[in-house]
């Protein structure tokens, strides 16, 4: 429940940026970093790589075309050049995920076994993923905004992030525990940045609303004036 609630916490965000037919300043590395470890979860949760693990399958499946989704619409809405450059990243990671399957498969011949080799590299995605949303530390800190980071996300990630955590202790799993751990404190940062600059946040957008208000009546006005001067000079000019 809490990993599906963390790959339906964008919804929000799409909605605007369908709305608004652009993507902003959003990045799309959370996505290509969760549709990667998506694939590598359902492929460590295969009967033939780690036996009984079809709750890690069925909800990472279920990711996997949540996020495909949220690629689409970012391609979508993004100029030409971020939108190749979507397309061409998440071609190569079903690449690479479907070459290093078809090796597993083909060359190592224990589940043990292979559950220690998906599992490592699912371990590293796994931290990408809760890492991804800090791609835009570098613009939270310099604007002192998190408008580009959504809350959602943070507060899904903590959340899944514990919850993972628990159920990888009971039996131990390490590959499950090790990155569900470490993303928690990951989202821990995210939600400490969000209360750092949550006021001056809402200070920027309102002073950016009242400008655009403002720039509008300007704009109504003249026109108005404009229009009023039109009729006043189109009087003077009926009189004989």
């Known amino acids: 429940m809490t990993?599906?609630?963390l790959f339906l916490s964008p919804v929000p965000t799409f909605?605007?940026?369908?709305k608004k037919k652009t993507v902003e300043q959003y990045s799309p590395v959370p996505y290509l970093a969760t549709f990667v470890?998506?694939?590598l979860w359902v492929v460590y949760g295969l009967p033939i790589i780690h036996p009984n693990s079809i709750l890690v399958v069925t909800i990472n499946g279920a990711g996997f075309f949540i996020e495909l989704l949220y690629l689409i619409l970012f391609v979508l809405y993004s100029d030409k050049k971020n939108r190749l450059k979507i397309v061409l990243i998440a071609i190569i990671e079903i690449v690479i995920v479907g070459i290093m399957t078809t090796l597993v498969l083909?060359?190592?011949h224990t589940t043990k076994r292979r559950s220690s080799i998906v599992g490592m590299i699912a371990i590293i995605c796994n931290i990408m993923m809760y890492a991804s949303p800090l791609s835009v530390l570098k613009l939270v800190i310099t604007t002192k905004s998190v408008e580009y980071m959504?809350?959602?996300l943070s507060v899904a990630s903590f959340a899944n992030g514990i919850a993972w955590?628990?159920?990888a202790l009971y039996p131990f799993d390490p590959y499950i525990a090790a990155p569900n751990g470490l993303g928690t404190l990951f989202a821990v940062v995210q939600l400490i940045l969000y209360a750092t600059y949550y006021k001056s946040t809402k200070e920027q957008?309102?002073?950016?609303k009242a400008k655009n208000a403002v720039g509008l009546t300007e704009v109504v006005f003249n026109g108005e004036s404009g229009k009023m001067g039109q009729i006043q000079h189109n009087g003077r000019a009926q009189i004989p």
């Open 150 to 152: 959504p809350l959602s």
């Open 37 to 39: 470890n998506c694939m």
């Open 3 to 5: 990993a599906f609630f």
């Open 15 to 18: 909605i605007g940026i369908c």
């Open 165 to 167: 955590t628990v159920y």
């Open 106 to 108: 083909n060359f190592v």
């Open 205 to 208: 957008m309102a002073a950016r």
